[in-house]
């Protein structure tokens, strides 16, 4: 009766597939709602892009795909979250509580989505790289509880395990340069959160799987352009890389092409 016709949906997994269900337009499309299929007949379309789900992978979609040219999550940090000048890398590190002469790996995701063969590999890069620290989202008393005991089995100590608090977007943004790599899960991706640390200036090391929901960060970094180095294509050599990239000159390197792109000040500044 309202002559809707076009429904676009970013949310529905959360609240809104019901909606969708009851078909209140005759073109109904998934765009951000759910990074893969609905497997639902009432959901006409899927936006996403070829990295994320190449044209050989639609046969698994219950929607048709609609490809945009580049990375299908637009993003535009440089209009809402400008580069702060206020505060040097030194002074986030020591806010947050992060060693001021140690290689920092982060990861920025939910403690749910970190698989154990994903832990179990930056164990792994953390002991090739003895002076690093781990840098993970303070989730709650018992996974953080339990992502210490798991490291401590694993001959990591208490204090190579830094648990960032709880902060605002626009702050979170800016202390992501604090940290000098972003390690990514497998099963599901990092995908808002690989965004954020490219507009850090990080590298984001990741494996792409087969599945929509695991080439998330493949799909930034394929858009993004000069961090594609960091997409690799084994656990093997996502170790290798990650350790070259530890070493201080490839560090150095890699981050002048990453805010070369964004055209950022402040490279020698981050080191």
């Known amino acids: 009766n309202d002559l809707v016709d076009l429904l676009i949906d970013t949310d529905y997994y959360k609240s809104r597939l019901s909606i969708l269900a009851l078909r209140p337009a005759p073109i109904q499309v998934n765009f951000l709602a759910h990074p893969g299929t609905s497997g639902a007949a009432f959901v ?9 789900a190449p044209p050989d992978h639609a046969l698994f979609f219950s929607e048709s795909i609609l490809y945009m040219s580049h990375h299908y999550q637009v993003n535009d940090h440089r209009a ?22 140690k290689f920092v790996f982060c ?5 749910y989505k970190i698989e154990p063969a994903a832990f179990e590999l930056w164990v792994r890069i953390m002991h090739r790289v003895p002076d ?39 702050e979170h943004i800016d202390r992501v340069r604090g940290a ?31 599945n929509m929901n695991m ?29 070259a990239i530890a070493n201080p000159a490839a560090k150095r390197r890699i981050r002048r092409r990453l805010f070369a792109k964004w055209t950022l000040a402040g490279v020698e500044e981050l080191g």
């Open 215 to 243: 080439r998330l960060a493949a799909g930034a970094l394929y858009a993004y352009g000069p961090a594609s180095e960091t997409c690799v294509r084994t656990i093997e050599d996502y170790e290798e890389v990650a350790v």
């Open 132 to 170: 690093s620290v781990l840098w993970l989202v303070n989730e709650n008393s018992e996974s953080n509880a339990n992502i210490v005991e798991q490291a401590r089995l694993r001959g990591i100590s208490e204090d190579r395990l830094i648990l960032a608090q709880r902060a605002d977007f626009a």
């Open 180 to 210: 000098d790599m972003f390690l990514d899960c497998f099963t599901y991706n990092a995908h808002t959160t690989a965004v954020d640390s490219l507009w850090g200036g990080l590298p984001v090391m990741t494996l792409p799987g087969h």
């Open 80 to 101: 809402s979250y400008p580069p702060r000048r206020d505060r040097t890398v030194a002074q986030i590190r020591q806010k947050e509580g992060l060693p001021l002469d």
């Open 44 to 52: 006409d379309h899927i936006v996403a892009d070829r990295i994320v």
């Open 107 to 111: 990861n920025f995701n939910g403690l």
